[in-house]
């Protein structure tokens, strides 16, 4: 009885070859929101009190840097990209 390994490379000897490939949506623009916040003194503020401590503004969180609130992406109120996205 064969094993697993030894049908694979059965397999690899037929020219069958298989790829695993892992993708994830990227927004390119994502810099800009980022820029965007850090000028904007409100949430600016937030953001350090976070990198602080993470508990000290109830619903918001920093995720890989980015500010969110209940887990979505905060925008800064003047964000051009608000016309944008609606």
Do not use: F
Request: proline residues 5%.
């Amino acid at each position: 009885m064969a094993d697993a390994l030894s049908r694979r490379l059965e397999e690899e000897d037929e020219g069958v070859v298989e790829i695993n490939v892992l993708s994830k949506p990227y927004w390119r623009d994502i810099e800009l929101v980022e820029a965007e916040n850090q000028q904007d003194p409100t949430l600016k503020k937030i953001m350090e009190e976070l990198r602080i401590s993470p508990e000290s503004h109830g619903n918001y969180t920093l995720e890989n840097g980015r500010l969110h609130y209940k887990g979505r992406m905060v925008l800064s109120s003047s964000s051009s990209w608000i016309p944008k996205l609606l």
